[in-house]
């Protein structure tokens, strides 16, 4: 794994969590399709993501390791306090397509630009405060 260059570990770990916040989107919006589906898949996805991700960069991106199971709930909170920021820019790009193309597939990619642009950010927010 350390092979690769950063940058092509952190795109690829990126687009692994970006691939399982969006399975879970889909799935979730199979096995629930009410009123609140969408909101719900963003939310379930967003969980998703985010624990692959955080497990992902915590290992083979900064190479961290937590003292203990308190200092490891710490890291994981702060990561995902980071994360919000990233999060809301997410969550905007992915309604807004959701509401200019009225469209399943356009919502995704809508998905996936957003958390590509909060990728970037959060690689720094994460390398400046959460992994130091």
Known sequence: MRSLSLAARYT??????????????VLSTHIYSGKLSIPISILLGTGTGLVTKYLLDKRFIFAYQTRSYRHEAKTFVLYTIMGLVTTVIFWG??????LMFASDAMRYFG???GLFIGYLIKYQLDRALVFR
Do not use: D, M, W
């Open 93 to 98: 790009t992915e309604y807004a397509f959701h």
């Open 12 to 25: 690829a770990f990126a687009a692994l969590s970006i691939a399982v916040n969006i399975a879970t989107q």
């Open 111 to 113: 998905g996936i630009v």
